[in-house]
């Protein structure tokens, strides 16, 4: 089936610093997203992202948080300055629309944050 | 706001047993439910989802009821597999949302042969 790519596997920061987590969606998808879920925690939503602009996002969200798709290349998550709660697998997902379509899950990406 | 409550796990059945994962939903709006499974090192993929109450879904032996009176999508099997063994979400998707999918703590499934 469609594979959503997830960049990279594995990223190890120190507190302060900036990173970026890169997804690559489903070719023709429209939608994207960001879900964070801590170790032994629930999987929570952070941010959907449509037509170059947010469209939701949740409290876990914060300021340091930014998304952005440019010229539909990697959808991206940028964290800058990071924070120890920052730790946790980042999972991006796409679907081709909304109203309860599908979503694809990339493996994600375990951020560890010293 | 929505939630979803499921079983917790771990969860441990000899191949060839029933499995019921319970699963129970709050939402003020009309929701899509799903479950989806999780193996190791994968992000969660799509087992089924239900849009409409009363109406079943179901793939790989798995299924489930939206009941909608009763505000639950129990997950069922008649007869596990070893390679069943995952960690399973109940999940919901309201449309007044965006699409933002609200996910239970996940029971992991553990089938011993």
């Known amino acids: 089936g469609p594979k959503v790519l997830q960049i990279p596997s594995h990223q190890i920061i120190d507190m302060g610093q900036m990173v970026t987590l890169n997804c690559d969606p489903v070719?023709?998808?429209?939608?994207f997203y960001w879900y964070k879920q801590i170790l032994g925690q629930q999987m929570e939503f952070l941010v959907n992202f449509y037509n170059g602009k947010v469209m939701e996002k949740s409290k876990l969200f914060k300021d340091q948080f930014s998304v952005e798709r440019p010229d539909g290349s990697y959808f991206t998550l940028k964290i800058q300055p990071t924070a120890l709660e920052d730790s946790a697998v980042y999972f991006c997902?796409?679907?081709?629309?909304?109203?309860?379509?599908?979503?694809?899950f990339g493996p994600g990406t375990r951020l560890t944050v010293l | 706001g929505d939630s979803v409550t499921q079983t917790e796990g771990p969860v441990t059945l000899s191949e060839g047993t029933s499995l019921t994962v319970n699963c129970s939903y709050e939402?003020?709006?009309?929701?899509?439910l799903f479950w989806y499974v999780q193996y190791p090192g994968e992000g969660p993929q799509l087992l089924f989802k239900v849009p409409k109450a009363n109406e079943k879904g179901s793939s790989r032996g798995f299924e489930a009821t939206y009941n909608k009176e009763a505000t639950s999508f129990h997950l069922q099997k008649a007869s596990v597999q070893e390679s069943d063994s995952a960690v399973y979400y109940c999940a919901l998707s309201d449309h007044n949302n965006n699409n933002r999918i609200f996910f239970g703590d996940g029971t992991q499934l553990v089938v011993k042969p």
């Open positions: 070719s023709n998808h429209l939608y």
């Open positions: 939402t003020k709006q009309y929701p899509t």
């Open positions: 997902a796409s679907s081709l629309g909304l109203g309860g379509r599908e979503q694809y």
